[in-house]
């Protein structure tokens, strides 16, 4: 294994005013942006030198944070930071990069493990861009023998998140005379609904979720702001089909059913019985495939309109790169437009996946559509809540159950 090595670096700085604040990460911050991300290259920008390193960080537990500092800029611009690690054995540690959206929500930009850092054979690593005025950095878990110095900072002006069709638009509205290719997935439509979240300050906003159990919708945990008043499950929402509302709440106290780093989130129906004859849809925790065609079903908000369009679904070029597959994480080419996060990934009617969003590294350039899968979000399940994950329509349950869950 080659060991990652200082480099430095000798910049002449422009006169710029900024400040480096403590942060206290006690709280686990909500995940927006967590796929699998490398960059060897610094973006371009305004670079500002920084310098600072780490004291040499000894092992601990690994969900304590080992060391952290922010980086904040007086104006809201996008910041990405450089990074190079020293370490002499490869221990269970990783590094977090966070920021705030613009719902003022701590989020969660990247993140590299050890096992990455071990791989970038001395170069420095560049972080994915944070959208805002300030930038955290934390170093978490078993780190040791490992220090982490600075490189630096980029500071640019460019919108990163974005949610578009990858390329040619193929959702496709259900119940229109163009939408023949949907056929195969009219037996799942009902189960997917629009979800209508409103709170105090933003007012209504919408995200696509979908029955995964009698009482029960996964979604998205991005989708739920602060100050929300109340969420709405909007099923049947489509062309020529009576609208049937649903009241949703969030599990209250320290939830077990939502997952921040994950990004997901169980929902609870609180009035099962107006849909009885809505199914649930199945779960396929083993069965996530590169290359494989696949399906979604969502409520997208459609260009040049405000309020969530009718149920759309696309079955065409709808796939995940084989080379783009992580452990837990995804990119997949299936169309999406804003409202689409929570929207199903289906591979012959069961679920392997979630979208939760996309990203790009300029405006124009095509965008990556991201999504958690099934496997993890069960995974978590195994370890903090058996009584849900027992109610969830599985594929081969009980096996999964006995092969994953039960401790040796």
């Given at each position: 294994?080659?060991?990652?090595?200082?480099?430095n670096?000798f910049v002449r700085?422009?006169?710029?005013i900024f400040?480096?604040t403590p942060v206290n990460f006690s709280k686990a911050?909500?995940?927006?942006?967590t796929r699998?991300?490398?960059?060897?290259a610094?973006?371009s920008?305004n670079f500002?030198?920084?310098?600072r390193?780490?004291?040499?960080?000894?092992?601990?537990?690994?969900?304590?944070?080992?060391?952290s500092f922010?980086i904040?800029?007086?104006?809201k611009e996008?910041?990405?930071?450089g990074?190079?690690?020293?370490?002499?054995?490869i221990?269970k540690w990783?590094?977090?990069i966070s920021g705030?959206d613009?719902?003022?929500n701590e989020?969660?930009?990247?993140?590299?493990?050890?096992e990455?850092?071990?791989s970038?054979?001395g170069?420095?690593w560049?972080?994915?861009?944070?959208n805002?005025?300030?930038?955290?950095v934390?170093v978490?878990g078993n780190?040791?023998n490992?220090s982490?110095?600075v490189?630096?900072?980029?500071?640019f002006?460019k919108?990163?998140r974005v949610?578009?069709p990858?390329?040619?638009?193929?959702?496709?509205a259900?119940g229109?005379?163009n939408a023949q290719?949907l056929?195969s997935?009219?037996?799942?439509?009902d189960?997917?609904?629009?979800l209508?979240?409103?709170?105090?300050?933003r007012g209504?906003?919408?995200?696509?979720?979908?029955?995964?159990?009698?009482?029960?919708i996964l979604?998205?945990n991005?989708?739920l702001k602060?100050?929300?008043?109340s969420?709405?499950a909007e099923f049947?929402?489509?062309?020529?089909?009576?609208v049937v509302t649903v009241?949703?709440?969030?599990?209250?106290?320290k939830?077990?059913k939502i997952?921040r780093?994950?990004d997901?989130?169980f929902?609870k129906?609180l009035?099962?019985?107006k849909?009885?004859?809505t199914?649930s849809l199945k779960?396929?925790?083993s069965k996530?495939?590169?290359?494989?065609k696949l399906?979604s079903i969502q409520?997208?908000?459609?260009?040049?309109?405000?309020?969530p369009?009718?149920?759309?679904?696309v079955a065409?070029d709808?796939?995940?790169?084989?080379k783009?597959?992580?452990?837990g994480w995804?990119?997949?080419?299936?169309?999406?437009y804003?409202?689409?996060?929570?929207?199903?990934?289906?591979?012959?009617?069961e679920?392997v996946?979630m979208?939760l969003?996309?990203?790009?590294?300029t405006p124009?350039?095509?965008?990556?559509?991201y999504?958690?899968?099934?496997?993890?979000?069960?995974k978590?399940?195994?370890?903090?809540?058996?009584e849900?994950l027992?109610?969830?329509?599985?594929?081969?349950k009980?096996?999964?159950i006995k092969n994953?869950c039960?401790?040796s």
């Amino acid at each position: 294994m080659k060991l990652v090595r200082n480099i430095n670096v000798f910049v002449r700085i422009a006169a710029i005013i900024f400040v480096f604040t403590p942060v206290n990460f006690s709280k686990a911050a909500e995940t927006f942006d967590t796929r699998p991300h490398f960059s060897t290259a610094p973006p371009s920008g305004n670079f500002f030198f920084d310098g600072r390193a780490s004291p040499p960080l000894k092992a601990g537990d690994p969900n304590e944070e080992a060391w952290s500092f922010a980086i904040t800029y007086p104006k809201k611009e996008s910041i990405s930071v450089g990074l190079n690690f020293e370490f002499s054995t490869i221990e269970k540690w990783h590094v977090e990069i966070s920021g705030l959206d613009k719902y003022e929500n701590e989020v969660i930009y990247d993140t590299i493990t050890a096992e990455d850092a071990a791989s970038l054979g001395g170069q420095q690593w560049w972080s994915r861009p944070v959208n805002g005025a300030t930038l955290w950095v934390r170093v978490r878990g078993n780190a040791g023998n490992l220090s982490v110095s600075v490189v630096g900072y980029y500071v640019f002006n460019k919108p990163l998140r974005v949610e578009r069709p990858v390329g040619e638009d193929d959702l496709k509205a259900f119940g229109t005379e163009n939408a023949q290719e949907l056929q195969s997935l009219l037996p799942y439509s009902d189960s997917v609904t629009l979800l209508i979240f409103t709170t105090k300050k933003r007012g209504r906003y919408p995200c696509t979720g979908f029955r995964v159990a009698v009482e029960w919708i996964l979604t998205a945990n991005h989708c739920l702001k602060k100050n929300l008043v109340s969420i709405q499950a909007e099923f049947f929402f489509e062309n020529d089909k009576s609208v049937v509302t649903v009241p949703v709440r969030i599990p209250t106290g320290k939830s077990k059913k939502i997952n921040r780093d994950l990004d997901f989130a169980f929902l609870k129906l609180l009035a099962p019985g107006k849909i009885s004859n809505t199914m649930s849809l199945k779960l396929a925790p083993s069965k996530i495939k590169a290359n494989k065609k696949l399906a979604s079903i969502q409520h997208p908000v459609m260009p040049g309109t405000s309020a969530p369009a009718f149920k759309h679904g696309v079955a065409r070029d709808c796939y995940i790169d084989e080379k783009q597959t992580f452990p837990g994480w995804f990119y997949h080419h299936c169309d999406t437009y804003p409202g689409s996060s929570g929207s199903p990934i289906l591979d012959d009617g069961e679920v392997v996946g979630m979208h939760l969003n996309s990203w790009s590294e300029t405006p124009d350039a095509v965008p990556l559509n991201y999504g958690v899968t099934v496997f993890e979000v069960l995974k978590h399940l195994c370890r903090r809540d058996m009584e849900l994950l027992a109610s969830l329509n599985v594929s081969e349950k009980d096996k999964w159950i006995k092969n994953h869950c039960t401790k040796s």
